[in-house]
């Protein structure tokens, strides 16, 4: 992007936060700065009703709620709407699937073709531009533009050519962090899960449940995390979306996942985590079943997955749901890395699509859209020299 543009759009950011008036402005710099737990300790007394709120700054966030920038991490959890709630989180009717396969219908609409089971093994380059890419078939399938979702580190590490990356670019994309430390698990329960507190069936159990009292409680998951691996006292949110989606299980039987926070991307001392992930997987449904006595009983089958995993399932580098940790350095204008926030990498004809690039991870279509004007953008004829506008 020419520096001109980059200044007319920095001006005009600049004007919206002289907007705002000066209690706006504070707020805004609280959010920035300050720990989820210092801002919700400013406004809040009860300890359930911190551990609500602070469980959205710790998700996906390998940190404790007192970890300063982890304020941004809970604002990042209600930017989106759901059916014209805003800050409100959906299911979608069918599973996740459901969401692909409504964008492979729009995309088979506009004549678009999907090819599933075909891994890249590489951006094809030519006098230093992206052209296309190479399957690991060995197929070519040229371009005008290739647009990837990948981690960034995955796209930059295995698929570009080295020698064609800018070294500071290369090597800061070698450093950019990763890990959320999450382990994820779906189960296939018997029946539904009856807590102590309250035990009969409700719309308690149609939203997200979440099994830290506190704040002190999350802080300490994480201090132990980073000196065990994981914590005793892990945190954890179950969800069951065959409460409101009876397309997911057989009448009367159910299906949860267990969304835990704060297990070591990497273990302490390089042990692996296939040596430990059943015992971290007994230890996650043990706690639920402290809150909801015989729900180790209920469960008829589990999956379990430990960042390891997640890396190599789903190139989730360190287990990362969110393709880079959510940290302000690596955020905005920096995300990736300074200077390419605007989708464009630094290889022309390359563009980055996904969760590693502004605004960040979760099922929001945000930096897909933002990445498709600035190829649209690039495609079209210039004219003036100039560019138009990101969203
Ligand atoms: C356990 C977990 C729970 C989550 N929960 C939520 C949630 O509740 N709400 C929410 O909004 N978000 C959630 N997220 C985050 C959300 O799923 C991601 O932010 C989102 O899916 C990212 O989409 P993406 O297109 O950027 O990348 P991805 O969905 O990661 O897609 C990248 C794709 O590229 C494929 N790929 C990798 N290498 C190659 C190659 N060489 N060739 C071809 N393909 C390749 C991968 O297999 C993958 O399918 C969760 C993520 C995880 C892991």
């Given at each position: 992007?020419?520096?001109?543009?980059?200044?007319?759009?920095?001006?005009?950011?600049?004007?919206?936060?002289?907007?705002?008036?000066?209690?706006?402005?504070?707020?805004?710099?609280?959010?920035?700065?300050?720990?989820?737990?210092?801002?919700?300790?400013?406004?809040?007394?009860?300890?359930?009703?911190?551990?609500?709120?602070?469980?959205?700054?710790?998700?996906?966030?390998?940190?404790?709620?007192?970890?300063?920038?982890?304020?941004?991490?809970?604002?990042?959890?209600?930017?989106?709407?759901?059916?014209?709630?805003?800050?409100?989180?959906?299911?979608?009717?069918?599973?996740?699937?459901?969401?692909?396969?409504?964008?492979?219908?729009?995309?088979?609409?506009?004549?678009?073709?999907?090819?599933?089971?075909?891994?890249?093994?590489?951006?094809?380059?030519?006098?230093?531009?992206?052209?296309?890419?190479?399957?690991?078939?060995?197929?070519?399938?040229?371009?005008?533009?290739?647009?990837?979702?990948?981690?960034?580190?995955?796209?930059?590490?295995?698929?570009?050519?080295?020698?064609?990356?800018?070294?500071?670019?290369?090597?800061?994309?070698?450093?950019?962090?990763?890990?959320?430390?999450?382990?994820?698990?779906?189960?296939?329960l018997s029946e539904l899960p009856r807590f102590a507190c309250l035990p009969e069936p409700g719309d308690h159990l149609t939203a997200g449940i979440i099994?830290?009292?506190?704040?002190?409680?999350?802080?300490?998951?994480?201090?132990?995390?980073?000196?065990?691996?994981?914590?005793?006292?892990?945190?954890?949110?179950?969800?069951?979306?065959?409460?409101?989606?009876?397309?997911?299980?057989?009448?009367?039987?159910?299906?949860?996942?267990?969304?835990?926070?704060?297990?070591?991307?990497?273990?302490?001392?390089?042990?692996?985590?296939?040596?430990?992930?059943?015992?971290?997987?007994?230890?996650?449904?043990?706690?639920?079943?402290?809150?909801?006595?015989?729900?180790?009983?209920?469960?008829?089958?589990?999956?379990?997955?430990?960042?390891?995993?997640?890396?190599?399932?789903?190139?989730?580098?360190?287990?990362?749901?969110?393709?880079?940790?959510?940290?302000?350095?690596?955020?905005?204008?920096?995300?990736?890395?300074?200077?390419?926030?605007?989708?464009?990498?630094?290889?022309?004809?390359?563009?980055?699509?996904?969760?590693?690039?502004?605004?960040?991870?979760?099922?929001?279509?945000?930096?897909?859209?933002?990445?498709?004007?600035?190829?649209?953008?690039?495609?079209?004829?210039?004219?003036?020299?100039?560019?138009?506008?990101?969203?």
């Amino acid at each position: 992007m020419p520096p001109c543009r980059r200044l007319l759009e920095a001006a005009a950011l600049g004007r919206r936060v002289a907007g705002l008036d000066q209690a706006g402005r504070r707020d805004l710099l609280d959010l920035f700065a300050k720990s989820a737990g210092d801002w919700l300790d400013g406004w809040f007394e009860s300890d359930p009703i911190k551990a609500l709120f602070g469980f959205d700054s710790v998700v996906g966030n390998y940190a404790s709620p007192y970890t300063p920038g982890s304020a941004y991490v809970l604002l990042h959890h209600v930017f989106g709407e759901v059916n014209g709630k805003r800050g409100a989180w959906g299911h979608a009717l069918g599973g996740m699937g459901a969401i692909t396969q409504a964008m492979a219908r729009a995309c088979a609409e506009q004549g678009v073709e999907i090819r599933l089971e075909t891994p890249v093994a590489q951006v094809l380059t030519e006098k230093g531009r992206a052209v296309g890419a190479v399957t690991e078939r060995g197929e070519v399938v040229r371009a005008r533009a290739v647009v990837s979702n990948l981690h960034p580190r995955l796209l930059f590490e295995r698929l570009v050519d080295p020698a064609i990356v800018p070294t500071d670019f290369g090597e800061r994309i070698r450093r950019y962090a990763s890990g959320s430390g999450t382990f994820r698990m779906n189960l296939a329960l018997s029946e539904l899960p009856r807590f102590a507190c309250l035990p009969e069936p409700g719309d308690h159990l149609t939203a997200g449940i979440i099994i830290a009292p506190s704040l002190g409680y999350m802080d300490r998951a994480h201090a132990q995390a980073r000196l065990s691996g994981w914590s005793s006292e892990p945190i954890v949110e179950m969800l069951i979306p065959s409460t409101l989606d009876d397309s997911l299980a057989p009448p009367g039987r159910h299906v949860a996942s267990l969304f835990c926070q704060h297990v070591a991307p990497q273990l302490p001392d390089g042990e692996s985590w296939n040596a430990h992930r059943d015992t971290v997987a007994d230890l996650m449904i043990e706690t639920v079943d402290r809150y909801a006595p015989g729900f180790r009983a209920s469960v008829l089958g589990r999956l379990a997955l430990a960042p390891s995993d997640l890396e190599e399932r789903f190139g989730l580098i360190g287990g990362d749901i969110f393709h880079g940790r959510l940290t302000l350095d690596q955020l905005f204008s920096a995300r990736p890395v300074l200077g390419h926030a605007d989708y464009r990498m630094p290889v022309p004809g390359l563009y980055l699509c996904g969760s590693g690039a502004h605004p960040g991870g979760g099922v929001t279509g945000a930096p897909g859209h933002n990445a498709a004007r600035s190829v649209l953008t690039d495609l079209q004829p210039r004219r003036f020299g100039l560019r138009s506008r990101q969203a």
